[in-house]
């Protein structure tokens, strides 16, 4: 049964194409460094984020909390927005995984401001932790994007105070596209930047941690530390290039798409949508629960085989990529309509 899924940009399957490649892929063992279609998808990656190196991860969590195990000692800080990936969504790895403190900083639609992060930086003290990182994500899960002028006045304060900085990027090409600049002029206000294969760029799994070979080398040695040393992956790898090589551009319809149901939905008495926040593939709204409780909103969408998330802290989220088309959005707006007159 075909289902319209709204629910995230993680639902997209992998293209005809995709399964060619991987069906066919060249593979071998790459904890030896044997499998050659790993070894292009790294370099590919490297390339095209304009770093060394990089390395392939089974999933964003794993990458980010990679990049925060190979930056930061135990014990130290890491300077980092309240609402980001790593401190609400990776169920606390940061305190398992690397042993850091976090130090959230408010934001402003996904942007801490750059005076707080320069605030934040310890000084030294007996008493106080060391600061050891900082963190930015772009695009933001809020569905923002972070601009590439607040996004370098962070890094030259990293630099200025011998800091690196970890981007997460699990939407990294949407946040380029959005901003119109090339990924690596967005990648260069980063040490290190995570990215996700499978997201919009429909891969069915993994994600690229890039930075300088120094810093790559020994996130290779940490990946086997966490158990991510993989053997026949080129597997995965094979749907992975696909994915840098012709899903970046498309991310743009996504987006269209985003704002076109954004308008469509604002249209509709009792539904108000967020409009500072869209910037990617994502819209966000708000619908009173005297309308329609979440539950029920989610119960009858399904039975027009409409799938979405309830409302999380008072918001909806509807998310536009590959598997949605102008028509099925035209068609959740009529159910939705129908629903909450
Ligand atoms: C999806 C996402 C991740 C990583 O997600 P995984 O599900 O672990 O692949 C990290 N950061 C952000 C902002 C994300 O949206």
């Known amino acids: 049964m075909k289902f319209i899924d709204l629910r995230s940009d993680t639902v997209t399957m992998p293209t005809d194409e995709m399964r060619q490649a991987m069906a066919n892929a060249e593979v071998g063992d790459d904890v030896y460094g044997d499998d050659p279609t790993i070894n292009k998808l790294e370099k590919l990656a490297a390339e095209k984020v304009g770093k060394e190196a990089a390395i392939f991860v089974p999933s964003g969590t794993f990458g980010n909390q990679l990049a925060l195990f190979t930056h930061a000692r135990r014990g130290q800080e890491v300077i980092i927005g309240k609402n980001n990936h790593i401190v609400v969504h990776e169920v606390g790895a940061s305190a398992v995984i690397a042993g850091v403190q976090l130090r959230t900083l408010e934001t402003q639609n996904g942007a801490m401001n750059p005076q707080d992060v320069e605030k934040a930086i310890r000084v030294d003290d007996i008493h106080e932790p060391e600061t050891g990182l900082i963190c930015v994500e772009n695009a933001h899960g809020c569905g923002a994007v972070v601009p590439l002028e607040t996004m370098k006045e962070i890094k030259n304060i990293a630099e200025r105070h011998s800091l690196p900085v970890h981007m997460d990027g699990a939407r990294l090409f949407n ?12 990648a260069a206000c980063a040490d290190t930047v995570m990215f996700c294969l499978s997201k919009g760029l429909a891969a069915p799994a993994g994600s690229m941690l890039a930075g300088s070979k120094s810093f790559i080398d020994r996130a290779r040695k940490n990946r086997k530390l966490m158990g991510g040393g993989m053997r026949q992956v080129g597997i995965l790898a094979a749907a992975g290039i696909i994915a840098l090589e012709k899903m970046t551009e498309r991310l743009e319809e996504d987006h269209k798409n985003a704002k076109y149901m954004a308008e469509e939905l604002s249209k509709i008495d009792g539904v108000k949508v967020v409009t500072d926040r869209l910037d990617i593939d ?20 399904y039975e027009k085989n409409i799938k979405i998330n309830g409302e999380e802290g008072g918001e909806y989220r509807f998310v536009c990529h590959i598997g949605v088309s102008r028509e099925d ?13």
């Open 175 to 186: 946040a380029a596209i959005s901003l119109g600049v090339d990924v690596k002029e967005l």
């Open 282 to 301: 994502m819209v966000f709204f708000e619908i009173s629960e005297e309308i329609v409780s979440s539950n029920t909103l989610v119960e009858k969408l």
């Open 329 to 341: 959005i035209d068609f959740t707006i009529k159910c939705l309509k129908e629903i909450i007159k």
